[in-house]
T-cell receptor, first 115, second 108 residues
Framework: ETGVTQSPTHLIKTRGQQVTLRCSSQ?????VSWYQQALGQGPQFIFQ???????GRGNFPPRFSGLQFPNYSSELNVNALELDDSALYLC??????????????FGAGSRLTVL | GQSLEQPSEVTAVEGAIVQINCTYQ??????LSWYQQHDGGAPTFLSY????GLEETGRFSSFLSRSDSYGYLLLQELQMKDSASYFC?????????FGSGTKLNVKP
């Protein structure tokens, strides 16, 4: 089974710009969660998508938004980029129920640098 | 909200046993997970405890006490490849909130 794939792997933006990050979930997974991981810190929950709807959100401003598509892939959009948005953005997929519902499978991440 | 506390760094020698503790406060709780992350890598799942007690998976074991809002990860027969960061994460109704991580340094 294919794992979680994210693109791009690295990108550099300037303050005020907008960025879109993409994620393909693992086969058989219908739930996608996005995390922000600053250097030396743990992953911080941004939001989760299930059945193409936002299904929970962490402490992130509205300029962080997302989408989930019928094939369960997902996008994370960040508007009006700030320097503090520089981080590794991780996508994780999971099942909504049954065996494996409590296991997150992470992609390798997209490293965003904001200058 | 959620808050999780775990030691920032632990050092141990090859072959030893190490315990990484995690205390948490959360508004909702299904269970406690542990993830391993090597430098430059993605977090990978190690264990999940929904009920009180010890779960063993090979060299790794994880413990949960729901009444104490406390858990730990026990790593036995440490190997150099175990050098990594370890994160506890609370399952708040299928949304996972992570601690800041414990960096484990295994020395020969």
């Amino acid at each position: 089974e294919t794992g979680v794939t994210q693109s791009p792997t690295h990108l550099i933006k300037t303050r005020g710009q907008q960025v879109t990050l993409r994620c393909s979930s693992q086969s058989g997974h219908n739930t996608v969660s996005w995390y922000q991981q600053a250097l030396g810190q743990g992953p911080q929950f941004i939001f989760q998508y299930y059945r193409e709807e936002e299904n929970g959100r962490g402490n992130f401003p509205p300029r962080f938004s997302g989408l989930q598509f019928p094939n369960y892939s997902s996008e994370l959009n960040v508007n009006a980029l700030e320097l503090d948005d520089s981080a590794l953005y991780l996508c994780a997929s999971s099942r909504d129920r049954g065996s494996g519902a409590n296991v997150l499978t992470f992609g390798a991440g997209s490293r965003l640098t904001v200058l | 909200g959620q808050s999780l506390e775990q030691p920032s760094e632990v050092t141990a020698v090859e072959g030893a046993i190490v315990q990484i503790n995690c205390t948490y406060q959360t508004s909702g709780f299904y269970g406690l997970s542990w993830y391993q992350q090597h430098d430059g890598g993605a977090p990978t799942f190690l264990s999940y405890n929904a009920l009180d007690g010890l779960e063993e998976t090979g060299r790794f074991s994880s413990f949960l006490s729901r009444s104490d809002s406390y858990g730990y990860l026990l790593l036995q027969e440490l190997q150099m490849k175990d050098s990594a960061s370890y994160f506890c994460a609370v399952d708040n109704f299928n949304k996972f909130y992570f601690g800041s991580g414990t960096k484990l340094n295994v020395k020969p």
